[in-house]
């Protein structure tokens, strides 16, 4: 079964920028990240989780217009790892951000990826001077 474990959360001051990791692994044997679809999601107090960023199998990215100027999604198969990129942070994006992946070895676009299967426990991002 596939395991997903964030880092990199912290407390940071409004303007900083944060990288987080989704380190991937339990893998059926010959697979890697490439046949997952992945997405980053936050949750903040009070608020509905949203998607703020996926890749496709494809290499498709896509980023909410809120965080897209922001946030950048990336990952690196070798290392079975995704990263999410944070910059100019300020105080609204304080939420516990989420990976989670699902199976899906064709190519696809990533946003249309509407259900996952694993998830992660979060890491808490916290933006606060």
């Known amino acids: 079964q596939l395991q997903l474990v964030e880092s990199g959360g912290g407390l940071v001051q409004p303007g900083e920028s944060l990288r987080l990791s989704c380190a991937a692994s339990g893998f059926t044997s010959g697979f890697t990240l490439d046949y997952y679809s992945i997405g980053w999601f936050r949750q903040a107090p009070g608020k509905e989780r949203e998607r703020i960023a996926c890749?496709?199998?494809?290499?498709?990215?896509d980023h909410t217009d809120s965080v897209n100027r922001r946030f950048a999604i990336s990952k690196d198969v070798p290392r079975s790892t995704v990263f999410l990129d944070l910059h100019s942070l300020t105080p609204e994006d304080t939420a516990i951000y989420y990976c989670a992946a699902d199976w899906s070895p064709r190519p696809s676009i990533c946003k249309t990826q509407r259900s996952y299967a694993y998830w992660g426990q979060g890491t808490q991002v916290t933006v606060s001077s």
């Open positions: 890749v496709s199998t494809s290499g498709s990215l």
